[in-house]
């Protein structure tokens, strides 16, 4: 049985940093991903990676250079380090994993397993 268990969410100023971490547990999958979704909006694609190594991840445009993707194989486990938050970045994010291709690797159909999800609040 696949689980994943996220952690890391929190409320914080804007500016501020946090670090969401997500441990998957029962299988191994060459897609890891984050999503988010705010109130009112769509859920939205944040960042991912098809390589076990992490290499070459993607990110929305939104998020390019502030946040980054990282994979822990010997932990089954996937990061993403959040800095110069904004106040547009509250939203509950989601961690994905699947196997998709790397067309459809931004859209979440893509991908077969999701957390519970982290709330993340930026607020002064």
């Known amino acids: 049985q696949v689980q994943l268990v996220e952690s890391g969410g929190s409320s914080v100023q804007p500016g501020g940093s946090l670090r969401l971490s997500c441990e998957v547990s029962?299988?191994?999958?060459?897609?890891m991903a984050w999503f988010r979704q705010a109130p009112g909006k769509e859920r939205e694609f944040v960042a991912g990676s098809l390589a076990r190594s992490g290499a070459s991840p993607r990110y929305a445009d939104s998020v390019k250079g502030r946040f980054t993707l990282s994979r822990d194989n010997a932990k089954n486990s996937v990061y993403l380090q959040m800095n110069s938050l904004k106040f547009e970045d509250t939203a509950v994010y989601y961690c994905?994993?699947?196997?998709?291709?790397?067309?459809?690797?931004?859209?979440?159909?893509?991908?077969?397993?999701w957390g519970q999800g982290t709330q993340v609040t930026v607020s002064s």
């Open positions: 029962g299988r191994n999958f060459r897609g």
């Open positions: 994905a994993v699947g196997n998709p291709i790397l067309s459809s690797m931004m859209t979440g159909e893509a991908y077969n397993y």
